[in-house]
């Protein structure tokens, strides 16, 4: 499967790292491949809310 860079800029992504509480073991381990599946599930299910408030 490919991966798509750049759908979320790195500011949203730590900015909803730190809503949901992981942004510690974002900057401990140096990026996001030691957070969860179920957070990193979180974090896009945050992003989507976003987008759709930001459309109304």
């Excluded at 992981?22 to 809310?49: K, M, P, Q, T, Y």
């Amino acid at each position: 499967m490919a991966r798509r860079n750049g759908v979320m800029s790195d500011r949203l992504k730590m900015e909803l790292a730190e809503e949901l509480g992981v942004a510690d073991i974002v900057r401990r381990e140096g990026g996001f491949g030691s957070v969860s599946s179920r957070d990193c599930g979180n974090l896009v299910r945050l992003a989507i809310e976003r987008a759709e408030r930001s459309m109304v």
